[in-house]
Antibody, heavy 126, light 107 residues
Framework: EVQLVESGGGLVQPGGSLRLSCAAS????????MSWVRQAPEKGLEWVSA????????YYADSVRGRFTISRDNSKNTLYLQMNSLRAEDTAIYYC???????????????????WGQGTLVTVSS | DIQMTQSPSSLSASVGDRVTITCRAS??????LAWFQQKPGKAPKSLIY???SLHSGVPSKFSGSGSGTDFTLTISGLQPEDFATYYC?????????FGGGTKVEIK
């Protein structure tokens, strides 16, 4: 059974940092690209970042580029999101999602993500 | 960025109804469109990819269609567990972008 378990969320002051983790199990983590998607309170879904299976390629939304860094440790089956210079507008539940390979294209596989974690809440407030 | 517009933003329906949700892209995305279901307080659940392909385990009462800029999600025989918010997402280009969501409520 595929499981994705996020952790690391919490309350942080504006300008602060936080590192989120997503522990994966039930599939061969090292062969799948992964994404982070967030949802601000009472708002819709927003794609944040993605990383290829080997970590050779990373992608970011403009709203987080230069502040957030996605990475992965395939030996630990874990995905990360390092968040720096946090702002109030980064307050959200952060979900990790597993890509589904149905194409040779990384983008297509990311878009067809098939499993999501339960999310971890990040609150940026003084 | 590609803008995704869903309509309606909410709808009321009865158990057993057939409902249709529309998603329009601001440019041609061929069939690179996914649909997700989200219940209150829960993570999104993946329903459909490539506009019309069901993910494993998704019941056949869900169906998707469309290509280019106009897409639909149809739910046949609405059941109590189907009352939720539904989102479309394009993946024709970065950044991946979602529609604003359609809340399906009980009439």
């Amino acid at each position: 059974e595929v499981q994705l378990v996020e952790s690391g969320g919490g309350l942080v002051q504006p300008g602060g940092s936080l590192r989120l983790s997503c522990a994966a199990s039930g599939f061969t983590f090292s062969t799948y690209a992964m994404s982070w998607v967030r949802q601000a309170p009472e708002k819709g879904l927003e794609w944040v970042s993605a990383i290829s299976d080997s970590a050779d390629n990373t992608y970011y939304a403009d709203s987080v580029r230069g502040r957030f860094t996605i990475s992965r440790d395939n030996s630990k089956n874990t995905l990360y999101l390092q968040m720096n210079s946090l702002r109030a507008e980064d307050t959200a539940i952060y979900y990790c999602a597993k890509a589904k390979y149905y194409s040779n294209s990384l983008l297509r596989s990311l878009g067809a993500s098939d499993y999501w974690g339960q999310g971890t809440l990040v609150t940026v407030s003084s | 960025d590609i803008q995704m517009t869903q309509s309606p933003s909410s709808l009321s329906a009865s158990v057993g109804d057939r409902v249709t949700i529309t998603c329009r892209a601001s440019q041609d995305i061929t069939d690179y469109l996914a649909w997700f279901q989200q219940k209150p307080g829960k993570a999104p659940k993946s329903l459909i990819y490539a506009a019309s392909s069901l993910h494993s385990g998704v019941p056949s009462k869900f169906s998707g269609s469309g290509s280019g800029t106009d897409f639909t999600l149809t739910i046949s025989g609405l059941q109590p567990e189907d009352f939720a918010t539904y989102y479309c997402q394009q993946y024709n280009g970065y950044p991946l972008t979602f529609g604003g969501g359609t809340k399906v409520e009980i009439k």
